[in-house]
């Protein structure tokens, strides 16, 4: 059995520690919020937050993971949360959605560090996570005005 603190609740998994926590995530728990993309860590479909830092749940072992808090797009609360939900309504960011849940993670834990960031830092955050629809203009729009609501 693998202890895990998933979304603020413990768990108890019983998995191969080999196995990606994706999956587990996915089909163990049931949070199928955190997409698979790519398989590769390439994509960002797959991220979640580890303590706080966004990483790819496709290429992260869940015996690797040890003591660190698990968050999903389900489990994302806080202010930067909050606004960058707000912000991608308001924006209309997703065209398929299917990478957002990345997008939105990768975009919290940028605001949670930086509450005023260049367009050079949203790029640099948001590298990782690749948009089909290419909607790379709105998200970056939205995380400014995520920025803004968060400024007051």
């Not at 790519?38 to 496709?58: K, M």
């Not at 299917?98 to 997008?103: D, T």
């Not at 939205?142 to 968060?150: D, E, G, P, S, Y």
Request: glycine share 10%; hydrophobic share 45%.
């Amino acid at each position: 059995m693998i202890p895990l603190n998933i979304n603020g609740a413990d768990h108890q998994i019983d998995a191969d520690p080999d196995m990606p926590l994706l999956w587990v995530l996915r089909d163990l728990v049931g949070l199928t919020g955190t997409k698979y993309g790519c398989g590769i860590a390439q994509c960002g479909a797959c991220t979640v937050h580890l303590d706080g830092e966004p990483t790819r749940a496709c290429q992260t072992p869940v015996g690797d993971v040890g003591t660190a808090r698990i968050t999903t797009i389900e489990g994302l609360t806080g202010a930067a949360a909050e606004a960058v939900r707000a912000a991608w309504i308001e924006v209309d960011v997703p065209q398929c959605g299917y990478c957002q849940s990345g997008q939105i993670m990768a975009a919290a834990a940028l605001l949670a560090e930086n509450r005023a960031p260049t367009d050079a830092d949203i790029d640099a955050a948001l590298a990782g996570n690749l948009c089909r629809c290419a909607t790379y203009f709105r998200i970056r729009k939205a995380v400014h005005l995520a920025a803004r609501t968060l400024e007051g």
